[in-house]
């Protein structure tokens, strides 16, 4: 087992404020009222960080135990809950976290159906998360097999006699396929 959890950080200004002599601050808006959208809701940063860790999926065997969580300071939008869930689940990326519990006054998606994007109220929240992740022994795996070879592979895998065993026998038949 490997306790290594990488994070992929996608900072952005969410906030604006303006400094008024000589010592007043005043809040001008947050992220809805840019021009600009943060990062998280950048499609090209979005990809980037896709990207990113579809290539150290599949650089090798260690690299497929890392949990990989992508960190940001602003909410997601209704178009990406099923892209950030999916990726969730198919195990590509652990999950989108919020480092920022309050990024506006109005309304936002604290976290998705499936969690594949959560916004981090404490500090308590993201050392459990990281403490979860890291403790399980997860592995990555991705194929586009026949439909003939995955059965042929779970005929195989059936007769080990643990579920240790046939996971790992699986992991390593869906590896050597040519």
Known sequence: MINALLFEIKMSIVSNYKFIMPNKIEFIG????????????????????????INIRVSGHASTKIPIVIL??????????????????SGVIQGFWSLNPKPAESDFIK???????????????IFQLSKKLVKNDMNYFSSM???TDLGEIISIVSKETTNIAKAEKFLTLIRNLK
């Open 145 to 147: 097999i026949s439909k």
């Open 30 to 53: 947050d992220y809805k009222q840019h021009k600009g959208n943060p990062s998280l809701l950048r499609s090209d940063s979005m990809l980037k960080a896709i990207g990113k860790s």
């Open 111 to 125: 976290v998705t159906p499936k969690k594949g994007f959560q916004t981090i109220e404490t500090t308590d929240m």
């Open 72 to 89: 940001g300071n602003s909410p997601i939008t209704e178009s990406y809950i099923k892209k950030v869930d999916f990726l969730k689940t």
